[in-house]
């Protein structure tokens, strides 16, 4: 998305899907800027997928050139667990337990290609980043210090606005995970580090 405040002030994030960038969304509207180039519809869609989800070098089709970059990391498991427990409560009845490893990558692989290609659910962070991004750590919450260093590293005026709980969340969110379904997303962990294993290279390497 391009945040904006009269014109000026440009800068452009990178919404890496479930890394918090509704409410970063939420915090520039609540201290009066602009956005755009946030659309899910199909009709703004770049090559198939959602305008708000662009991965690189995809957002280069907007206009972004020159702009200043950031974009938010999390732990690769944090960041998908939730979609990979709500699959597990639906399916549960139809899988033999302990499960495989080439039941996770084949749930990738098939949710990448198909199911989730147009929202880049389960593309890796690292592919979403250009050269030049800069990058916050979703672990370091998103409180005055975020604010503190948005300000700094882009010459901004950013406060921290207490945003209503109803804000446009998605509906994962809300998401119970049953203590049992707990115990098979524990499983998946050596699987996701495998899978995604240049992102926790990324995730590991910012301080």
């Known amino acids: 998305m391009i945040i904006h405040k009269n014109g000026k002030k440009k800068i452009f994030f990178i919404h890496i899907p479930r890394n918090a960038g509704r409410y970063v969304r939420q915090l520039?509207?609540?201290?009066?800027?602009?956005?755009?180039?946030?659309?899910?519809?199909?009709?703004?869609?770049?090559?198939?997928?959602?305008e708000a989800h662009l991965h690189y070098p995809l957002y280069d089709l907007l206009p972004v050139k020159n702009l200043p970059v950031f974009t938010i990391i999390r732990n690769p498991f944090n960041?998908?667990?939730?979609?990979?427990?709500?699959?597990?409560?639906?399916?549960?009845t139809q899988l033999e337990f302990p499960l495989k490893?080439?039941?996770f990558y084949?749930?990738?692989?098939?949710?990448r290609?198909?199911?989730?290609?147009?929202?880049?659910?389960?593309?890796?962070?690292?592919?979403?980043l250009s050269s030049n991004?800069?990058?916050?750590?979703?672990?370091?919450?998103?409180?005055?210090?975020?604010c503190?260093?948005?300000?700094?590293?882009?010459?901004?005026?950013?406060?921290?606005?207490?945003?209503n709980l109803d804000y446009d969340r998605f509906p994962l969110d809300n998401l119970s995970i049953p203590s049992h379904i707990?115990?098979?997303?524990?499983?998946?962990?050596?699987?996701?580090k495998k899978y995604y294993y240049q992102d926790y290279e990324l995730w590991s390497r910012i301080k």
């Open 28 to 50: 520039f509207l609540k201290n009066k800027y602009e956005i755009s180039y946030d659309n899910y519809s199909k009709e703004h869609s770049k090559c198939g997928i959602e």
């Open 182 to 192: 707990e115990k098979y997303l524990e499983d998946f962990k050596p699987f996701v």
């Open 133 to 146: 991004t800069r990058l916050w750590k979703f672990d370091w919450g998103f409180k005055e210090p975020f």
């Open 148 to 163: 503190d260093w948005l300000n700094v590293t882009f010459d901004l005026n950013i406060v921290l606005e207490k945003i």
């Open 113 to 128: 290609k198909y199911a989730s290609y147009h929202n880049n659910w389960y593309r890796p962070q690292y592919e979403f």
């Open 79 to 92: 960041r998908i667990k939730k979609s990979l427990a709500q699959q597990l409560i639906s399916d549960e």
């Open 101 to 103: 490893e080439e039941h």
């Open 106 to 111: 084949n749930y990738i692989e098939d949710h």
